[in-house]
């Protein structure tokens, strides 16, 4: 497809009304003005409709399709609750006004508040962070402040095992920590010998995400607590997978003593694109004091922003968070209530056993037990018999009208696929997914050299997607 510069004709511009007198009227003065008018392409307003109309459907969303991207939480986000968001009463303030001309704002950010403390057994939670990540280095950020107050400076390591998300080990080292890999057993899970070898007075703290991202619940997980909090660490919930566990156990109960959400996963706001996103942090009661401020609280009748900053990391953030993502998640929160919440775990839990099933021929790594939220195939079978990788069978799903799931990740599977069908899916979709896969694999086995080049119905078939991550070409000038 072209670029809007490369369709540019003069004098395009402009060709359905006439030229607005007022314009002329108001020219501004002339020594206002630039020197050389700027380089924009000159097209007919429908010229320009229907290239970026054209540009849009290249874009690939949950709105388009099935989109199982693993540990990403891609699901279908209600309308009602952009609805909700998009009210005048959300968007027509300013952070800077007086508290007590936006005591409905407030007290949105204050039930939001009680509820993630309600849902996730924590003590406190900060609705400051804007991402999972972010959410990650406030609650590391806490671990030293703890750490700090404590006047106990020999704890030098953050424990993460191998099964982590990226973001985890990344975390750990930007906040000066050296990080220490511990090993998962074959079934999965954190291998607790080596954790209980791992664990000592240099600990500072253990990452750990439950149900894990090969969407196995962490079954030794009191075990766990007790080897990290013996040797004096805190104990880090990564809550990325909270959509797999709400209303049936908490991380709170589980024995961690931080934690952060990613409330655009599992709250019903979108994900992904770049945000606006959400990553709440909670801590259990001890370390309350530590948590960014101001916080919203509730006494007398009043709403009202408060803290003294004298906590132990201050702000993450300009003002209080992602207001208007806050408003979407207390809306889903409140229109499911206790019940509808454990209704979508249980579901996100159910749909992803159903695709277990129906894919699980294919794999070469078996799940002796259920899965939680998400699952992971092994290819490397497949892979060896015919010369078809994980990535040509993800690649290939696109030309079926539907998102690829994550691929080599965790890094401890080979040729890894990993699923996230999400509460949101309907069994005919599954089935529907079931069936493209029937057919990849088919083609796999008797037209393999077919699956290496696909996909044919984009306009780029395999960029180098590293390149295109760190090396972006976003302009049409070289200057
Ligand atoms: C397990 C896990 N932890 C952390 C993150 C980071 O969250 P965010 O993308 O909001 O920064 C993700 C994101 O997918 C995740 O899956």
């Known amino acids: 497809m072209k670029?809007?510069?490369?369709?540019?004709?003069?004098?395009?511009?402009?060709?359905?009304?006439?030229?607005?007198?007022?314009?002329?009227?108001?020219a501004p003065p002339t020594?206002?003005?630039?020197?050389?008018?700027?380089?924009?392409?000159?097209?007919?307003?429908?010229?320009?409709?229907?290239?970026?109309?054209a540009l849009s459907r290249?874009?690939?969303?949950?709105?388009?399709?099935f989109y199982p991207l693993g540990s990403c939480t891609m699901k279908y986000n209600p309308k009602a609750a952009e609805r909700a968001a998009s009210s005048p009463h959300?968007?027509?303030?300013?952070?800077?006004?007086?508290?007590?001309?936006?005591?409905?704002?407030?007290?949105?950010?204050?039930?939001?508040?009680?509820?993630?403390?309600?849902?996730?057994?924590?003590?406190?939670?900060?609705?400051?962070?804007?991402?999972?990540?972010?959410?990650?280095?406030?609650?590391?950020?806490?671990?030293?402040?703890y750490h700090a107050h404590n006047?106990?400076?020999?704890?030098?390591?953050?424990l993460v095992p191998d099964s982590a998300h990226g973001t985890n080990p990344a975390t750990a080292a930007m906040c000066g920590y050296e990080v220490v890999n511990i090993p998962s057993g074959p079934d999965g899970l954190v291998d607790v010998d080596a954790l209980e070898q791992a664990a000592d007075n240099t600990t500072a703290a253990l990452m750990l995400t439950n149900p894990n991202t090969l969407g196995k619940f962490e079954k030794n997980i009191c075990r766990i607590a007790e080897i990290v909090h013996n040797a004096?660490?805190?104990?880090?919930?990564?809550?990325?997978?909270m959509n797999a566990i709400m209303g049936v156990t908490r991380p709170g109960d589980m024995?961690?003593?931080?934690?952060?959400?990613?409330?655009?996963?599992?709250?019903?706001?979108?994900?992904g694109g770049g945000g606006?996103?959400?990553?709440?942090?909670?801590?259990?009661?001890?370390?309350?004091?530590?948590?960014?401020?101001?916080m919203a609280t509730f006494a007398d009748g009043t709403y009202a922003l408060s803290g003294d900053d004298s906590g132990g990391i201050k702000r993450a953030k300009i003002f209080y968070g992602n207001f208007l993502v806050l408003v979407k998640a207390l809306y889903y929160v409140l229109a499911l209530g206790a019940d509808g919440l454990k209704e979508a775990s249980m579901r996100a839990v159910l749909n992803a056993n159903y695709l277990l099933r129906a894919l699980e021929q294919y794999s070469s790594l078996r799940y002796d037990s259920p899965c939680m939220h998400e699952f992971v195939l092994s290819l490397d079978t497949l892979k060896e018999q015919t010369g078809v990788s994980a990535q040509d069978i993800a690649k290939t799903m696109i030309d079926y009208g539907v998102h690829p799931p994550t691929m080599y990740f965790p890094l401890t599977v080979g040729e890894a696929l990993m699923f996230e069908p999400t509460e949101t899916e309907s069994r005919q979709t599954l089935d529907d997914m079931a069936n493209i896969m029937d057919k990849i694999i088919h083609t796999a086995k008797n037209d393999a050299d077919l699956l290496h080049t696909s996909p044919y119905t984009t306009p780029v078939c395999r960029p180098d997607e590293v390149k295109a991550a760190r090396e972006p070409k976003l302009r049409h000038y070289d200057h």
């Open 58 to 65: 290249m874009a690939f969303g949950v709105d388009n399709g």
């Open 151 to 158: 006047h106990d400076t020999k704890r030098t390591k953050v």
């Open 3 to 26: 670029l809007i510069f490369e369709k540019s004709t003069p004098g395009q511009a402009n060709d359905i009304l006439p030229a607005n007198p007022l314009i002329s009227q108001y």
């Open 255 to 271: 024995g961690f003593d931080i934690m952060h959400w990613n409330i655009h996963k599992t709250l019903a706001t979108p994900h």
């Open 31 to 53: 020594e206002a003005l630039r020197a050389n008018a700027p380089r924009l392409p000159e097209a007919a307003e429908v010229a320009v409709v229907r290239h970026y109309m």
């Open 90 to 145: 959300f968007t027509d303030i300013h952070p800077l006004q007086s508290q007590d001309s936006a005591q409905g704002c407030i007290e949105v950010m204050y039930r939001l508040q009680e509820a993630l403390n309600e849902v996730s057994g924590m003590g406190a939670t900060s609705l400051m962070p804007a991402a999972g990540a972010q959410g990650e280095w406030v609650g590391i950020n806490i671990v030293r402040a």
């Open 232 to 241: 004096g660490g805190l104990l880090y919930y990564d809550g990325a997978n």
């Open 276 to 294: 606006p996103g959400s990553g709440p942090v909670g801590v259990c009661k001890a370390l309350a004091r530590f948590l960014p401020t101001p």
